[in-house]
């Protein structure tokens, strides 16, 4: 099956007209996208769009073959221009299945007015694509995960956890983000957030084989994410797994009886995190890292740190050279070493506190020295090691 995106735009394109915003004015060139539409085996052609014509024309394809045209953006009552030569648009009845020329098309019933629609074709193909902002309605799909799924991945992230956790959507489906919108970060940060949620986009004009396999997005196994205070790293954390369903959120800061400032910021990190996450309090990381299962988030190394040398008398110079310090290194390796090995998909947060004042203390100059180099120490295990900025990510490896 060949699939034809002459869109990949939200239904107002990308940039929208007279809009200033940082994402709109960067939209020149291959990033510009009118709005989504699929044509697929030159036959059958998913929702009709402005500049139609011109959109396949910029593609290499024309549309004198298309016998079918189905939409699947909500029915607002106005009937859509139907430029020559193509025939008049339709649905598929919600739930059912109609064989249209080659392709076998069902109605995919979805969580906001309009429809979804699974194709497949003689070969065995198959694809999965859903309207502007939608996410599916049901957990009923067949076993074996689709070659090709075309959703709003950054607009519904949780849509994709629910494909994924139904089997929908498994390694080796091939996800493409279209419906883009100009609440998409600017420039090669959309790339770059797609590709650590295991999609890709393209652009407008591209033609795909349903059944080829992206070698361009290959989720990280291990990833540790830097950055001060304040600096957007636990979001960026938590964005790089809200695609994934049952991940466990490991929580090295522990309860604090009597503080209701630190009972507020917990509670800010619980409500932004999707409800399918669990939450772990521990600060054992290592059977956790040894075990398999599903994702895990941890946050933070920097607070794990602080309750080991707690635990080691770390603080205490006496106590430090005494005892404390081998210690710490020892659990520090059997860190390190249950990183490198573990086969869970995992990402780790940690502060980054080299950059500012020197601690006017031994004890604190003690820990800032130890988390730097216990950073270094999972970075250098890591495939992928972030720094984040004022919001910003800039990748270090």
Same mark, same amino acid.
Request: hydrophobic share 25%; charged share 20%; glycine share 22%.
């Given at each position: 099956m060949e699939l034809t995106l002459l869109g990949t735009g939200a239904p107002? *394109?990308?940039?929208?007209?007279?809009c200033p915003c940082a994402a709109c004015a960067t939209a020149t060139g291959s990033a510009a996208r009118a709005a989504t539409a699929l044509l697929v085996d030159g036959t059958l052609l998913f929702d009709l769009t402005p500049g139609l014509g011109v959109a396949a024309a910029r593609a290499g394809r024309n549309l004198d073959r298309v016998g079918h045209v189905l939409l699947s953006h909500r029915d607002d009552g106005s009937p859509p221009r139907v430029p020559a030569p193509l025939?008049?648009? *339709?649905?598929?009845?919600?739930?059912?299945e109609h064989l249209l020329g080659d392709h076998r098309v069902r109605a995919v019933p979805v969580d906001v007015p309009g429809t979804g629609y699974e194709v497949a074709d003689p070969e065995g193909a198959r694809l999965l694509y859903l309207p502007p902002g939608a996410g599916p309605a049901t957990t009923e799909y067949p076993q074996l995960p689709y070659d090709t799924v075309l959703l709003d991945v950054l607009g519904r992230q949780d849509a994709l956890a629910g494909l994924r956790r139904t089997g929908a959507v498994d390694g080796s489906t091939h996800v493409l983000a279209v419906h883009l919108d100009h609440t998409v970060p600017p420039g090669p940060e959309t790339h770059r957030r797609l590709a650590s949620l295991g999609a890709r986009t393209v652009p407008d004009g591209t033609?795909?084989?349903v059944r080829e396999r992206s070698r361009d997005v290959r989720v990280p196994r291990r990833t540790l994410v830097l950055g001060g205070a304040r600096? *957007?790293?636990s979001r960026e954390a938590e964005r790089r797994l809200a695609a994934f369903p049952g991940v466990v959120y490991v929580a090295?800061?522990?309860a604090r009886e009597g503080d209701p400032e630190w009972a507020r910021r917990v509670a800010v990190h619980r409500e932004r995190r999707p409800s399918s996450w669990r939450t772990v309090e521990t600060c054992d990381l290592e059977p956790l890292l040894a075990e398999p299962g599903p994702?895990?988030?941890?946050?933070?190394l920097s607070l794990w740190l602080t309750a080991v040398m707690d635990a080691y008398q770390g603080w205490d110079e006496e106590a430090w050279q005494r005892a404390g310090e081998a210690l710490l290194r020892e659990r520090v390796e059997a860190l390190r070493a249950a990183w490198r090995t573990?086969?869970?998909t995992v990402v780790a947060v940690s502060n980054e506190v080299g950059s500012g004042v020197v601690p006017a203390t031994p004890s604190g100059r003690r820990f800032r020295d130890e988390l730097g180099r216990l950073n270094a120490a999972l970075a250098e295990e890591s495939e992928e090691v972030l720094l984040t900025v004022a919001g910003q990510v800039i990748r270090l490896r």
């Open positions: 107002l *394109g990308l940039p929208r007209p007279g025939p008049t648009p *339709g649905r598929v009845p919600e739930g059912r033609t795909v084989l600096s *957007g790293k090295t800061g522990g994702p895990l988030l941890v946050d933070c573990t086969g869970r």
